[in-house]
């Protein structure tokens, strides 16, 4: 089984409900995935759906960017919900409003290629990062170059929207 990074954007109301009654999120992420599955918004511009799925290139994501010494913790979220069951490989966590912003303005800052320079696969083996396979196997890091570029406008339209983020591991 595989382990997939996941994001759904919310808004600062539908966030504060989150926190008080997560049994309600779960709810509410079936109903954006599903809504998104059955072809969503038609209006929506590219990068403003209220979900998003780095597949597994979630933790070479979170290497790459803590390489470089970034402020906020995009792939597993910075606060817990309290009382929130487990989604998959543990429960949810979120960003604020105001750290999706601050995150939102350091993601656009770093392109994919400035992301991933000076790395190879053998870096990310020795630090058994997930999926360690596809790193002793010697693969290129450019899927994980194009889920950061899709989590970049994500995270830019929340900021704009004011939206909160939640996360977790599926």
């Excluded at 979630?58 to 790459?64: E, N, Q």
């Excluded at 409003?97 to 290629?113: C, D, F, Q, T, Y």
């Excluded at 950061?148 to 983020?165: H, I």
């Amino acid at each position: 089984m595989s382990m997939i990074g996941e994001y759904a954007r919310v808004s600062r109301a539908e966030l504060q409900r989150v926190i008080r009654d997560p049994e309600w999120a779960l709810g509410l992420v079936d109903d954006l995935v599903e809504a998104e599955l059955d072809g969503g918004d038609p209006g929506l511009k590219a990068g403003e759906a209220r979900c998003l799925d780095t597949d597994k290139a979630w933790d070479a994501l979170g290497f790459l960017l803590r390489r470089m010494g970034f402020p906020v913790d995009v792939v597993h979220g910075e606060e817990e919900i309290p009382g929130a069951e487990d989604w998959g490989y543990g429960p949810p966590r979120y960003l604020t409003p105001e750290r999706v912003k601050v995150a939102a303005e350091g993601l656009v800052r770093i392109s994919g290629a400035e992301l991933v320079a000076g790395v190879g696969p053998e870096e990310l083996a020795a630090a058994d990062t997930y999926p360690v396979i596809v790193w002793e196997r010697g693969e290129s890091l450019d899927w994980v170059r194009e889920h950061y570029e899709a989590l970049v406008p994500f995270f830019a339209a929340a900021a704009r929207e004011g939206d909160g983020m939640l996360i977790w591991l599926d």
